[in-house]
Nanobody
């Protein structure tokens, strides 16, 4: 089972990026995005339920980021708009199959390799 994250890059303040996370080998019930900025701990960003009907965001990205999923292709996305310099981080996708919304990293037992997002002023 692998989670392959992609879509990171360099963008200016106010710009947009869309991250993708493709799962191979199985389908998970819940996906999430976490991020880790230099010198900081990994933090929760967003999560989505099996059918996409339930989503939850950290307050820092609410209204700017949107998590979605394509179950036919086992892919989850994170659309990031109105990016700020403080959004600069390595973004990780994570997944589990326990069927509930979780914001703690310990809930997730499958992780992608991370993709770097750099927002410049």
């Amino acid at each position: 089972v692998q989670l392959q994250a992609s879509g990171g890059g360099l963008v200016q303040v106010g710009g947009s990026l869309r991250l993708s996370c493709a799962a191979s080998g199985r389908t998970f019930s819940n996906y999430a995005w976490f991020r880790q900025a230099p010198g900081k701990e990994r933090e929760f960003v967003a999560t989505i339920s099996r059918n996409g009907g339930n989503t939850f965001y950290t307050e820092f990205v609410k209204g700017r980021f949107t998590i979605s999923r394509d179950n036919a292709n086992n892919t989850v996305y994170l659309q990031m708009n109105s990016l700020k310099t403080e959004d600069t981080a390595v973004y990780y996708c994570a997944a589990h199959s326990r069927g509930f919304i979780g914001t703690q990293a310990s809930t997730y037992d499958n992780w992608g390799q991370g993709t770097l997002v750099t927002v410049s002023s």
